[in-house]
């Protein structure tokens, strides 16, 4: 996994939380809601708040991601 793929997976709150069903399918917790805070903290302040929204923005739309 590159950096660019790790930032990606870090910055996706699906893998840190449990979202409704309704939305998406039952999955694994693959970090802690703590971690995942920690290591988006750490990005903000190395990429920018606005690049990290875009970059948030990007891997909730992406298709990739659906439903894994």
Do not use: C
């Amino acid at each position: 996994m590159n950096k660019q793929e790790t930032k990606e997976l870090f910055i996706n709150p699906y893998y840190a939380i449990n979202i409704s069903p309704d939305l998406i399918s039952k999955h694994e917790l693959m970090v802690t809601k703590e971690k995942w805070i920690e290591v988006n903290s750490r990005l903000i302040d190395e990429l920018g708040k606005e690049e990290w929204l875009k970059q948030l923005l990007a891997v909730l739309e992406s298709k990739k991601h659906d439903k894994q």
